[in-house]
């Protein structure tokens, strides 16, 4: 082969290769990125559900914390009844928060400890002068987030379900305890 063959069979061969790769890395600029399929978003989708689920039920205990903790103190002698339902409570904040979400951080109040939570929402009510109106209300307070608990079952993952169906029950013994089990 002579020369100017090997250079045309270079040159051939070099264009060839060429418009190969130009083949495979572009068709025509209209391809973006890749768009996720039918089972990617809806694993999105219930990621997300589960992220919000988690965040409703830890507001909850967040608030249900406040309550104790405005109650405590304006009654302070109160405080050996209850004590370790706040710490129960405490517990199924920090509980329900873990495991896969990201809940906002939140400020601390000034009449709790610095290592209590308080949630975003705004102070709760001033509790009642009367410790048997204070428990009561305290009381309520364990139902209803006790009721969110149950409520959240219907849509909760497996793993999470058991552990709401778990603090929802304390929540009701709590609410037991703090009317009817002992005198005020």
Same mark, same amino acid.
């Given at each position: 082969m002579t020369t100017?063959?090997?250079r045309a069979l270079l040159?051939?061969?070099?264009?060839?290769?060429?418009?190969?790769?130009?083949?495979?890395?572009?068709?025509?600029?209209?391809?973006?990125?890749?768009?996720p399929?039918?089972? +990617?978003?809806?694993?999105e989708r219930v990621a997300r559900a589960e992220a919000a689920l988690r965040l409703r039920s830890v507001t909850a205990a967040r608030g249900l914390l406040e309550r104790y903790d405005t109650t405590l103190a304006a009654h302070p002698a109160l405080a050996p009844r209850l004590t370790p339902l706040r710490r129960s409570v405490a517990a199924h904040a920090k509980a329900l928060g873990?495991?896969?979400?990201?809940?906002k951080p939140v400020?601390?109040?000034?009449?709790?400890?610095?290592?209590?939570p308080a949630s975003a929402s705004p102070a709760p009510a001033p509790a009642p002068a009367d410790?048997?109106?204070?428990?009561? +209300?305290?009381?309520?307070?364990?139902?209803?987030?006790?009721?969110?608990h149950t409520n959240a079952?219907?849509?909760a993952?497996? +793993?999470?379900?058991?552990?709401?169906?778990?603090? #929802? #029950?304390?929540?009701? #013994?709590?609410?037991?305890?703090?009317? +009817?089990?002992?005198?005020?």
């Open positions: 100017t063959g090997r040159r051939a061969g070099a264009a060839a290769g060429a418009a190969a790769l130009v083949g495979c890395t572009s068709s025509g600029g209209e391809e973006g990125p890749r768009k399929s039918a089972a +990617e978003l809806e694993a873990e495991g896969g979400t990201t809940v400020t601390t109040s000034p009449s709790a400890s610095a290592s209590t410790p048997r109106a204070a428990l009561k +209300e305290l009381a309520a307070a364990e139902r209803k987030a006790a009721d969110r079952l219907l849509t993952p497996p +793993e999470y379900a058991r552990l709401l169906a778990s603090v #929802a #029950a304390a929540g009701a #013994a709590h609410a037991y305890l703090l009317t +009817e089990g002992a005198p005020a």
